[in-house]
């Protein structure tokens, strides 16, 4: 297992790397490798343990029962997954965790990482952790309700694009999506925001290049 990855991870933030390997024994965590498209986690399942992506990629969808996929989070390696699941046992997901290329995944169960048996300090430290985690990601979901409430396009697309270059501090960045995961995570067509940006390059908005944005300081008509 790669350790320079967990020791990268927010979850373990102030948890000497030499402490690492026996603190994974204790909570009995273990790893698993998926393919491209394999699920980790499915719509209904109950989460038995946190993720920790390891390499590759995850997406975060949900599913309707017409088929109809929305995009709710890319994970990136180093970053935590199913964690409020995984402190609510028994509760069944909503959204479904799917691999987006090969790759690696780190389980810690929830008996063993909940427990407050024999805890020592690493463990605390973990813990506290995770309620920041837990808390960073709620901030991530109240910024897709503010991407995703504008009632225009444009006006969603200016919302995502605005909170991107204050994330990067730069007005030129590359966001994580290609154009059909962006069309999912805004949830709206591809072709119509295709069409979108577009016009927002030729408004003198934006220049883009793929994932790579410029985004040039004009006004816009929200």
């Known amino acids: 297992m790669n350790l320079s990855i967990l020791a990268r991870c927010g979850l373990f933030r102030g948890i000497e790397t030499a402490e690492l390997s026996p603190l994974l024994r204790r909570l009995h965590a273990c790893t698993r490798e998926f393919d491209k498209f394999q699920p980790i986690y499915r719509v209904g399942d109950t989460a038995h343990a946190l993720c920790i992506l390891l390499s590759g990629g995850v997406n975060i969808e949900r599913c309707d029962a017409w088929g109809h996929k929305t995009l709710l989070d890319h994970i990136t390696p180093g970053s935590v997954f199913a964690e409020t699941y995984a402190c609510v046992p028994g509760t069944p997901m909503m959204v479904s965790a799917v691999a987006d290329e090969p790759s690696e995944v780190l389980f810690l169960p ?5 427990s407050s048996a024999a805890q020592d300090s690493a463990h605390s430290v973990l813990l506290r952790n995770l309620l920041d985690v837990t808390a960073q990601k709620n901030l991530l979901l109240t910024r897709k309700i503010f991407h995703t409430s504008p009632k225009s396009m444009r006006g969603k697309l200016l ?64």
């Not at 929830?110 to 909940?114: G, I, N, P, R």
């Open 110 to 114: 929830s008996e063993t990482l909940l």
């Open 159 to 222: 919302s995502y694009l605005s909170a991107q270059a204050v994330q990067h501090g730069s007005d030129t960045f590359d966001i994580p999506f290609d154009r059909q995961q962006l069309a999912d995570y805004l949830g709206v067509d591809r072709s119509a925001l295709s069409a979108e940006l577009s016009r927002m390059q030729r408004d003198g908005l934006i220049a883009y290049k793929k994932s790579h944005f410029v985004l040039n300081h004009s006004q816009s008509d929200e």
